[in-house]
């Protein structure tokens, strides 16, 4: 007899990314196999992003998708997981239970052997009786976004060192969630509403995780919460992120500890003069900024204005010269206005980033900022976004043209598979 074989599509960010790992460690622990193409699986596991409207969506096509391989292939079952199941769970089980065999939100990753029709130890194929839900009438409605509904439930897993985890990543390299949820009201994310609130992981839980994976062949450590800078005051825990960069920073056979998303609010000296002074961390800085007009920034519920990231950058390359960053901006905001959207192309223009991300403004349920009008026409939107992205390519261009002759240190992967 075979062992049952395992496919997983994983959507979103890698904060999602650690709990398809998470999933596919207790489905390795049971026995299962991996395959990469999901023509070629017994199950397939689908873990959701369901972040903003454009993501569910591409949730929904995905899972559409896979129950065609149902229909037409050698798929017996299909699992769907994640954040968009812990948000909708309702509408899902009610237009796509004929297609879904089994829904597991982020309270219940260990329950995806169950939910995947795996008898663990036994090598047979997937058993076809064993649901989380009971079948009942709907359709799918291809291309449409669920809906939030009243059932929406916040989560409070949180995974530790000894939770069975099999990377996705190359081997090199993993992500390390030392934080969950979220306790900001940004008037723009619902995230606090499915993900929950905000709670830290010991410093000795994460540093025996960095640890194993060090022992592993792990030479790189990315450091993933919804707010990093955040980390270990829910804990009481005075020392905080820079605490645990410090305890890191001494983990033999780490070489690069990378820190990512911190609160431009919440970031204090000690954590800027970590970040410069500790070896091991890398001079990396990825800061969401969000928008630079202090009126827009007000509706957003961040606080905050130009004058303030002005600073806020120029503490990190005071502090650490040639510091790489990155930031990420919402063009489309409620309200914004020409003369708004002017001054976020100024301090763009002037902060001369490394790195950015841009994302057209989304409306979204379960967030105060759906009490407004949307009231930035799409078009519009993507025009902004546009030419917001158009001024950092030339930014770009510029800060790596002047790196033309200078020395880095890098990480070598291997023989490229082509070359």
């Known amino acids: 007899m075979t062992r049952t074989r395992i496919g997983v599509v994983s959507l979103g960010c890698s904060k999602n990314l650690v709990d398809t790992e998470v999933m596919l460690g207790h489905l390795d622990s049971a026995g299962c196999e991996f395959v990469q193409d999901p023509a070629e699986a017994d199950v397939l596991v689908v873990n959701t992003c369901g972040f903003i409207d454009a993501a569910r969506e591409e949730s929904v096509r995905t899972i559409l998708d896979a129950a065609a391989l149902k229909r037409n292939g050698r798929l017996k079952r299909l699992v769907v997981a994640g954040c968009m199941v812990q948000r909708y769970r309702g509408e899902l089980e009610r237009e796509l239970s004929g297609e879904v065999d089994a829904f597991v939100g982020l309270d219940e990753l260990d329950a995806i052997v169950r939910a995947a029709g795996v008898v ?5 194929a997937p058993r076809s009786d064993l649901p989380l839900l009971a079948r009942g009438p709907g359709a799918p409605r291809p291309g449409s976004a669920p809906r939030a509904g009243d059932d929406v439930r916040p989560s409070r897993y949180l995974y530790d060192a000894r939770t069975p985890r099999r990377l996705a990543t190359p081997p090199w390299t993993a992500f390390v ?14 995230i606090p509403a499915f993900r929950g609130a905000f709670r830290s992981r010991s410093v000795n839980d994460i540093v025996e995780e960095a640890a194993a994976l060090a022992q592993r062949g792990v030479r790189e450590i990315n450091l993933i919460a919804q707010d990093s800078s955040q980390y ?5 825990d005075r020392h905080g992120l820079a605490g645990l960069l410090r305890h890191l920073d001494a983990v033999a056979g780490l070489r690069w500890i990378r820190v990512h998303y911190l609160y431009p609010n919440s970031v204090g000296d000690d954590l800027v003069e970590a970040i410069a002074g500790l070896p091991r961390v890398v001079k990396y800085v990825d800061v969401p900024l969000q928008h630079a007009d202090a009126a827009v920034l007000k509706r957003m519920r961040r606080g905050g204005s130009a004058s303030s990231h002005r600073d806020l950058i120029e503490r990190f390359r005071s502090a650490i010269p040639g510091v790489a960053l990155r930031s990420t901006f919402i063009v489309g905001f409620p309200g914004e206005t020409e003369a708004e959207f002017a001054a976020l192309l100024d301090f763009v223009g002037e902060a001369r980033l490394d790195h950015l991300g841009v994302f057209t403004y989304s409306h979204e349920e379960q967030t105060s900022a759906r009490q407004l009008a949307d009231d930035v ?7 902004r976004r546009e030419r917001l992205m158009e001024l950092q390519q030339h930014v770009a261009f510029e800060r790596n043209s002047a790196r033309i002759g200078t020395t880095s240190e890098v990480l070598v992967e291997g023989a490229h598979p082509e070359t």
Do not use: W
């Not at 969630?177 to 619902?190: L, Q």
């Not at 270990?232 to 009481?236: F, L, N, Q, T």
């Not at 026409?377 to 993507?382: D, G, S």
């Open 177 to 190: 969630k030392i934080a969950e949820g979220c306790d900001h009201t940004c008037s723009f994310c619902a």
């Open 120 to 124: 663990p130890g036994s090598p047979a």
């Open 377 to 383: 026409p799409a078009a519009v939107k993507t025009e």
């Open 232 to 236: 270990g005051r829910d804990r009481g």
